[in-house]
């Protein structure tokens, strides 16, 4: 019995460092993170860094519970999930380059500010990358954590996976929130365009490929 116990302790420890790992890759959602912490505050940056790990849980559910469906949907539906999310990233990020974070900060003292908006800004940009799905059942089978739907460890595994996305974004804006009083509203202008800037290249080249898949993959 005690060894039963050890072994679901150690798949929850799994789950937890999972949820890290998930988090770790420095994409579009840990560029958006980093700006909101700089320009909006540790709040900002933590509520965008919880979208990606709301994003991030419902993956590991899907990978756990459909992953055959999911990859039949994305094979399906790849075109249109990349045209379709990449018009809704090219969106966010023109918004990000444009937007003038001085309206909302005072050169003497700057003063955070963070909505509900900056949550749903990661998930829209994590929703438009699922083929992160195969990356978290990745994670599953590198650490040995084999799942059936109705395994009681699901709950637990899932809610240490939260966990640890949740402590990741935690620090992450943390740290780059810190790194917001060093920095001139000028130059926080900059990072605000240059991340704009970014994310709307991610966009637009996932709107490419969709259409350059539409026009030669089908000739």
């Known amino acids: 019995m005690f060894s039963y116990i050890d072994d679901m302790l150690l798949d929850i420890l799994k789950g937890f460092i999972i949820g890290i790992c998930a988090s770790v890759p420095l994409g579009p959602i840990a560029i958006l993170v980093i700006q909101k912490s700089l320009s909006e505050g540790h709040k900002a940056g933590f509520l965008a860094g919880l979208g990606a790990c709301l994003v991030d849980t419902v993956f590991a559910v899907i990978a756990i519970f459909a992953l055959a469906i999911a990859e039949t949907f994305i ?79 699901v709950a637990p595994i899932l809610l240490a996976l939260s966990a640890g996305s949740a402590l990741y974004w935690f620090f992450f804006s943390w740290i780059f929130s810190r790194m917001r009083r060093n920095f001139k509203l000028g130059t926080i202008l900059w990072i605000n365009r240059i991340t704009g800037i970014i994310v709307t290249i991610i966009g637009i080249a996932l709107v490419t490929e969709g259409v350059m898949e539409v026009i030669f993959g089908h000739a």
């Open 75 to 153: 094979e399906n539906y790849s075109i249109l999930i990349m045209v379709g999310g990449g018009i809704v990233v090219t969106v966010l990020g023109c918004s990000l380059a444009f937007k003038d974070p001085f309206r909302k900060m005072k050169q003497e003292e700057p003063t955070p500010s963070y909505s509900l908006k900056d949550f749903f800004q990661a998930i829209i940009m994590g929703i438009s990358n699922p083929g992160a799905i195969l990356v978290i059942f990745a994670l599953f089978a590198f650490f040995g954590i084999e799942l059936e739907p109705h395994d009681f460890r």
